[in-house]
C-alpha cells in the first residue's frame, strides 16, 4: 500500500472513531474537509451521509447519500439510510421506495425490513406494515425496533391478518371488554381486579419484555412537538403555536387512583382533545403521576375543567389536584410569565414576534424529526398494560405502597431504573409531598 493511500485511510479511519464516539460536530468539519480533498470516495460521503443523519441534518444527508448511490448503486445501506432520512422528513413514499431498493439487495436484512414496514405503517399500510415487521422478526427474533413498533401500531389498529406473540397476545386483550361506570365511584378493590384480569392473558415472555414506554395517549391528531422543542431548544425562543396551548393537569396520590384516571381518559368522549397519562421522570419537575388533557384556549381549558372536575368527583375523590397550565413546563422555566394562564393578568405573555426568524430557519433546515400520529383506538391493548407495568415498577421506586396487589409478579424493567434511580430520592420526596398536600 503507498504512502497516499495509507494517508486516506488513517483519515477514514478518524472520521470513523469521531462518529462511533459521537463527536458529530467535529466529524461533520473533518467529512467536510475530507470530501474536498477526496470528493468522490463514497466511504467519505458516506460518512458525512451518517453523520448529517444523526445530527438530523436531513436535506445535507439525502445529498450524499444519493452521491453514493451514483456512484455505487449496489450499495443497499446507502439506500437505507436515504430513506431514514426521507422519513424523517416525512416523505413516506420515497423513503419507502429508497427502502424497498436496499431491500432488494439484501432481502434478509431485518433492520431494511422494519424500516419498509414504518414507511407503511405512517402511509397507513397497517397491515402490510405488521407483515414487514413480522418478516424482520423471523430473521432476527429478539430484534427490538420491530416487537416496539408492533405493540405500537396495535394501539390504533385491529388486525386478524397476521399471527405472531404480539398481535395474538393484544387481540385476546382486545376481546376482553372492562366495565366501568364513570358517574360513580371506582374502588381500589376494582382497579386490582381489572389489571390482574389483563395481565393473566399476557405471556410470560411478553410480561418479561422491557417495553420502553410510560405514556398512554388517547388521541386523534398530532401537536407537532418534536418542532417546538428544536426551536425552544436551539434558540431558547417559545414557538407562536405554543402561546395557544394550554392544558389540564390532574395529579393522582397514587398508582390506583393513576389507573383510575387512565380508565376515564379512555371512555369519556371529547370530540378534538388528546388525553395523556404520564409518570413524571423529567429532572427538577415536581409531582409523581400526572394526567393532561390538552386545550387550545384558556376558555375551551375552563370549560373542560368544570367537566372533568365533576367526573373525578365522582369517580375518585375530592384529593385529585387538578389545575389549569400553559404548554411545556421548560418553557416556563426560561420564561416565569409564561406560566400565567389568565389572559386578562399584566404578566399573560403573548408571542414575541422576533421568534418567528427562528422559527423560519428550523422550518427550512427540516430539521427535526416529521413523526405521524394515527388516531388511537378506544378500550385496552398490550401497550396499556405494559405501559401500566412500567407504572407499578416506578411506584415501588418512589415507596407508593399502594402498588403491592398489583405487583404478585415482582415486574422488573431496566429502562425504568435507568429513567429513576439518577434521581431516586427527588422523586421520592416529590411523592411524600403529593401524600402530605392530599391530605388537606
Same mark, same amino acid.
Given at each position: 500500500?503507498?504512502?497516499? %493511500?495509507?494517508?486516506?485511510?488513517?483519515?477514514?479511519?478518524?472520521?470513523?472513531?469521531?462518529?462511533?464516539?459521537?463527536?458529530?460536530?467535529?466529524?461533520?468539519?473533518?467529512?467536510?474537509?475530507?470530501?474536498?480533498?477526496?470528493? #468522490?470516495?463514497?466511504?467519505?460521503?458516506?460518512?458525512?451521509?451518517?453523520?448529517?443523519?444523526?445530527?438530523?441534518?436531513?436535506?445535507?444527508?439525502?445529498?450524499?447519500?444519493?452521491?453514493?448511490?451514483?456512484?455505487?448503486?449496489?450499495?443497499? #445501506?446507502?439506500?437505507?439510510?436515504?430513506?431514514?432520512?426521507?422519513?424523517?422528513?416525512?416523505?413516506?413514499?420515497?423513503?419507502?421506495?429508497?427502502?424497498?431498493?436496499?431491500?432488494?439487495?439484501?432481502?434478509?436484512?431485518?433492520?431494511?425490513?422494519?424500516?419498509?414496514?414504518?414507511?407503511?405503517?405512517?402511509?397507513?399500510?397497517?397491515?402490510?406494515?405488521?407483515?414487514?415487521?413480522?418478516?424482520?422478526?423471523?430473521?432476527? /427474533?429478539?430484534?427490538?425496533?420491530?416487537? !416496539?413498533?408492533?405493540?405500537?401500531?396495535?394501539?390504533?389498529?385491529?388486525?386478524?391478518?397476521?399471527?405472531?406473540?404480539?398481535?395474538?397476545?393484544?387481540?385476546?386483550?382486545?376481546?376482553? /371488554?372492562?366495565?366501568?361506570?364513570?358517574?360513580?365511584?371506582?374502588?381500589?378493590?376494582?382497579?386490582?381486579?381489572?389489571? %390482574?384480569?389483563?395481565?393473566?392473558?399476557?405471556?410470560?415472555?411478553?410480561?418479561?419484555?422491557?417495553?420502553?414506554?410510560?405514556?398512554?395517549?388517547?388521541?386523534? +391528531?398530532? !401537536?407537532?412537538?418534536?418542532?417546538?422543542? /428544536?426551536?425552544?431548544?436551539?434558540?431558547?425562543?417559545?414557538?407562536?403555536?405554543?402561546?395557544?396551548?394550554?392544558?389540564?393537569?390532574?395529579?393522582?396520590?397514587?398508582?390506583?387512583?393513576?389507573?383510575?384516571?387512565?380508565?376515564?381518559?379512555?371512555?369519556?368522549?371529547?370530540?378534538?382533545?388528546?388525553?395523556?397519562?404520564?409518570?413524571? *421522570?423529567?429532572?427538577?419537575?415536581?409531582?409523581?403521576?400526572?394526567?393532561?388533557?390538552?386545550?387550545?384556549?384558556?376558555?375551551?381549558?375552563?370549560?373542560?375543567?368544570?367537566?372533568?372536575? *365533576?367526573?373525578? &368527583?365522582?369517580?375518585?375523590?375530592?384529593?385529585?389536584?387538578?389545575?389549569?397550565?400553559?404548554?411545556?413546563?421548560?418553557?416556563?422555566?426560561?420564561?416565569?410569565?409564561?406560566?400565567?394562564?389568565?389572559?386578562?393578568?399584566?404578566?399573560?405573555?403573548?408571542?414575541?414576534? *422576533?421568534?418567528?426568524?427562528?422559527?423560519?430557519?428550523?422550518?427550512?433546515? +427540516?430539521?427535526? &424529526?416529521?413523526?405521524?400520529?394515527?388516531?388511537?383506538?378506544?378500550?385496552? *391493548?398490550?401497550?396499556?398494560?405494559?405501559?401500566? %407495568?412500567?407504572?407499578?415498577?416506578?411506584?415501588?421506586?418512589?415507596?407508593?405502597?399502594?402498588?403491592?396487589?398489583? #405487583?404478585?409478579?415482582?415486574?422488573?424493567?431496566?429502562?425504568?431504573?435507568?429513567?429513576?434511580?439518577?434521581?431516586? #430520592?427527588?422523586?421520592?420526596?416529590?411523592?411524600?409531598?403529593?401524600?402530605?398536600?392530599? !391530605?388537606?
Amino acid at each position: 500500500m503507498n504512502n497516499d %493511500k495509507v494517508e486516506t485511510q488513517n483519515e477514514i479511519n478518524s472520521l470513523v472513531a469521531l462518529f462511533e464516539n459521537r463527536h458529530y460536530e467535529k466529524g461533520l468539519e473533518l467529512s467536510k474537509n475530507l470530501i474536498i480533498k477526496y470528493p #468522490d470516495s463514497p466511504d467519505v460521503l458516506f460518512l458525512n451521509g451518517i453523520i448529517n443523519l444523526a445530527l438530523n441534518n436531513y436535506l445535507n444527508s439525502i445529498d450524499s447519500f444519493s452521491k453514493v448511490i451514483n456512484i455505487n448503486k449496489n450499495n443497499a #445501506d446507502a439506500y437505507n439510510n436515504k430513506g431514514a432520512a426521507l422519513y424523517h422528513l416525512g416523505n413516506f413514499n420515497d423513503s419507502l421506495e429508497e427502502f424497498k431498493h436496499g431491500l432488494k439487495l439484501q432481502p434478509n436484512n431485518p433492520i431494511f425490513l422494519n424500516n419498509v414496514g414504518n414507511s407503511l405503517n405512517s402511509l397507513k399500510k397497517f397491515d402490510d406494515a405488521l407483515w414487514y415487521y413480522n418478516e424482520s422478526l423471523k430473521f432476527y /427474533k429478539n430484534y427490538n425496533l420491530p416487537i !416496539l413498533n408492533t405493540i405500537r401500531l396495535l394501539t390504533h389498529f385491529d388486525t386478524k391478518e397476521i399471527s405472531n406473540v404480539y398481535i395474538d397476545t393484544n387481540n385476546k386483550i382486545r376481546s376482553v /371488554k372492562y366495565d366501568f361506570n364513570i358517574n360513580e365511584t371506582i374502588s381500589d378493590k376494582k382497579i386490582i381486579s381489572f389489571f %390482574k384480569d389483563y395481565i393473566k392473558l399476557i405471556p410470560k415472555e411478553l410480561i418479561e419484555y422491557d417495553y420502553k414506554a410510560t405514556e398512554i395517549f388517547r388521541r386523534d +391528531k398530532s !401537536l407537532n412537538c418534536n418542532r417546538h422543542e /428544536k426551536i425552544f431548544n436551539k434558540f431558547n425562543a417559545i414557538p407562536e403555536f405554543c402561546f395557544g396551548c394550554f392544558k389540564i393537569q390532574i395529579e393522582t396520590k397514587n398508582i390506583l387512583d393513576f389507573i383510575k384516571l387512565y380508565i376515564i381518559f379512555d371512555k369519556i368522549k371529547l370530540s378534538n382533545n388528546i388525553r395523556k397519562c404520564a409518570m413524571e *421522570t423529567r429532572k427538577n419537575i415536581p409531582g409523581s403521576y400526572k394526567g393532561f388533557i390538552y386545550c387550545s384556549s384558556t376558555e375551551e381549558a375552563n370549560k373542560l375543567l368544570s367537566f372533568i372536575s *365533576t367526573i373525578l &368527583k365522582k369517580t375518585i375523590d375530592n384529593r385529585v389536584n387538578i389545575k389549569i397550565k400553559r404548554g411545556c413546563s421548560e418553557f416556563a422555566e426560561s420564561y416565569p410569565n409564561y406560566a400565567e394562564t389568565n389572559p386578562t393578568s399584566k404578566n399573560f405573555m403573548h408571542y414575541n414576534q *422576533t421568534w418567528k426568524s427562528y422559527e423560519k430557519v428550523i422550518d427550512e433546515n +427540516k430539521s427535526y &424529526k416529521n413523526k405521524v400520529f394515527h388516531s388511537t383506538l378506544d378500550g385496552v *391493548t398490550l401497550s396499556d398494560i405494559l405501559i401500566i %407495568k412500567n407504572w407499578i415498577i416506578y411506584a415501588k421506586h418512589i415507596g407508593d405502597n399502594s402498588c403491592k396487589d398489583l #405487583d404478585s409478579i415482582n415486574f422488573k424493567s431496566d429502562y425504568i431504573n435507568r429513567q429513576v434511580l439518577n434521581q431516586l #430520592d427527588e422523586r421520592k420526596s416529590e411523592f411524600l409531598k403529593l401524600q402530605q398536600g392530599s !391530605l388537606n
